[in-house]
Structure formats: structure tokens, C-alpha cells
């Protein structure tokens, strides 16, 4: 078999097969309305990238400009197979995307890098080689070991939120991600037989944190860079990303049964900030304790039921309609009242418990009835 013409449109699941080449490299570029930068990358990626080298690009598109057209159109000046891998439906943002240039990928390498000329190809094969000489699956290009730097973040506000992400993030997973000081990098290189795609359940931005805490490469090894100004244009990154970033966090970290509950416990006491206000304000207007905690208590579980929604069962929803849920999740969380009382004059006058360790035990009680209820009946595993 031979490739497709270059900057044609093929079927990526029939080309893997076909092209599957030992050493060689496929470079996946995500890209979003980059039609001024896409001439210039692979201009620079045919300059970096040695002939006994084989190497492919595919690009996974979002675009809603001429991106794609510009990159075919580029694409025949180039000595390797180009790809465009336009999504109608795009799903996950950028990792999502890199998730389906990963699928589509050829070769026993991969090699991530953005669309906009920040990461310099010339670094291509000395990831590639690092990583077959130390036997790695995972080496990525950092901006935060001796000869990196961030020359191209722009302003002391954003260095200054890269740094806490990072932290945060090197916090969250201190196992997962030792020896990486640069989770938040962009350019990485990977091996295919390191990747589990079926595993992964990519959220905008951060895709190598994504592949590296669910997919656990063998080993990792870092590569110093220095990341570029932009070519032209402007970072597609927003403050919607941010809290996307900040879901996705929350949902790596929750992934286990035993991080979940914890979870439903956190967003569970901050319930009782709405219950108390609630109550504060229905008793302010004149309406008796009992029915004003009642009502405030509808409060609380409204409250629970969007943050479990949308931080730990994000990708449990779509079992039941959302009306469903409400209901079985509201009912849940009254039936956890209502048993409380019953529950503690049971620990009290059959086993004899005193009062305080008879609530506490009603509470704990409760609560993971409430978890396992909420885990299978309202969002089904
Ligand atoms: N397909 C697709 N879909 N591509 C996207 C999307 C999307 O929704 N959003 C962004 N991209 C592409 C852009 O077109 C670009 O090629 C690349 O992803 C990076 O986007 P930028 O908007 O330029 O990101 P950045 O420069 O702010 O952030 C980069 O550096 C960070 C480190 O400071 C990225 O590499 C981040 O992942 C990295 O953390
Ligand atoms: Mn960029």
C-alpha cells in the first residue's frame, strides 16, 4: 500500500493499520481558527524533521475559518503525509481532539504540539530519540527544567496562574505525576503501545495531565524547551477554560469509588450553607422553624444535586432524563431525613447508645446509604 496523496482526506482506521511503522513519528497539531499559523508550523516541521525519519502530520480541526483548506493547500510542499481531520461534532475541546488525532495516528510514536508555532519542531526528533534511548513511554517537553523557559507567556498574570495550576495540580497527584515538572505542557511525545484511548475522558486543555493519570505510562523522561511567542494571532484559551480545567481536575481526582465518596461528602457540607441561609431567611418573613427547615432543607439538596451533576457524575447523566435524576435524587435526600430519627431511638433503645454516638452513627449510617442510593439508582454505574 501506498499514502494517500498529501492533504487528502482518508480513513484514519484503515491508514493505521497501513502505515504502522516502527520509529517513525505521527505529529498531531489540535487546531481552532489558526488558518495564519498552520503555513508556518509545517514549513518549520519540514525544515526539523530529517529524512530517516518518517514522519506523518494529522491535524484535528475545529476550526470555523479556512484552516483546513489553508493546510491542504500547504500540504502539497510538503515531503510527508498531511492529514485534516475536520470535526462537524466537536466533543472534549482540545484534548478531545488530540484524543482523535491519537486514533487516527500511524506510527509507534506520537508527537502533541499546538497549531500556533509555540513549540519548536526542531525539538521533533530529540524528543523521539529520548525517549527510545532511556526506554520511555512518556517524554515531554518542559518549560521548568534547567535550559526551558516561558519566554512566550505573555504577562505576570498568567505566569503567575501556570504556577499555581501547577502546584495544585502536582499536589492533587504527587504519585502519578513524579518526574514531571511540566504537567501543563502542550508538546510531548508518546508511544502508541502506551496509550489506552478507551480509558480516557479528555476536557479541554490539559490533555497530557489526562494521559498520564489515567493511562500511567511506563516510564518519563522530560526534555527542556523554550516556549515560543505565538506566530500570529491569540491564545483560544478564556476563562470558561479555567473552570473547564478546574472540572477536569475533579473529575481525575474522583475517578476512583473511594475518592467519590469523599467527594459526596465534601459537596454535601457545603450544602449546609444554602440550608442555613434558607432557614434564616423563611424564619425572617415569619414562617414557623419546622416547615421553614423543610423547605430550607429543598435548598440544600438542590444545591448538592447541581454540583454532583456536574463535578462527579458528569459522564453518568445521560442514563436517565434530567427530571428523572431530580426526582430519585430529591427523594434520596429527604428519605435521609426522614430515617434519621427512626434510626437513632433504634441505636439508643435497642443497643443502648448514648445520644450523641447514636447521631453520629445515624449520620454515618445515612450517608453512605445516600452515596450507594445516589450511585445506582440515579446515575447507574
Ligand atoms: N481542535 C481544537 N479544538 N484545537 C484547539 C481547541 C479546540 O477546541 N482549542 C485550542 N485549540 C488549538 C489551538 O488552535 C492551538 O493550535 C493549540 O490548540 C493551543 O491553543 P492556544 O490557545 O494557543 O493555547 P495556549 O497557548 O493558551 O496554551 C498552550 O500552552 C499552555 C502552557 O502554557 C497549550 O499548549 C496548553 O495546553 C498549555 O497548557
Ligand atoms: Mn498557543
Known sequence: HEYTAPGELNDPAVRAAEVAEPGAVTIVVPTYNESANVRQLLHQITESVPARLPCEVVFVDDSSDDTPQVIREAAKDCPFPVTVLHREEPVGGLGGAVVEGIKAAGSDWIVVMDGDCQHPPSL???????????????????????????????????????????WLTKSLFPRRL???????????????????????KPLGYKILLELAVRNRPRQVTEVPFVF?????????????????FLRHLIGLRTASPVARMVGFGLIGATGFVPNLFGLWALTKVGMHYVPAEILANQLGVAWNFVLIEHLLFRDRRGHRQWWDRVGRFGLLANADLVLRIPLIALFVHRFGMGALGATALALVTTFVLRFVGTEALVYLP
Open 228 to 244: 515560543q511567542d505565538r506566530f500570529a494571532g491569540e491564545s483560544k484559551s478564556s476563562a470558561q477554560e479555567g473552570f473547564r
Open 178 to 200: 513524579r518526574g514531571i515538572s511540566d504537567p501543563m505542557s502542550g508538546f510531548f511525545a508518546i508511544r502508541r503501545s502506551d496509550i489506552t484511548a478507551d480509558a480516557l
Open 124 to 166: 521533533v526528533p530529540e524528543l523521539v530519540a529520548t525517549g527510545e534511548r532511556s526506554n520511555a513511554g512518556l517524554v515531554v517537553a518542559s518549560r521548568y527544567i534547567k535550559g526551558g523557559s516561558r519566554a512566550g507567556l505573555a504577562g505576570s498574570y498568567r505566569v503567575a496562574v501556570s504556577r499555581a495550576a501547577t
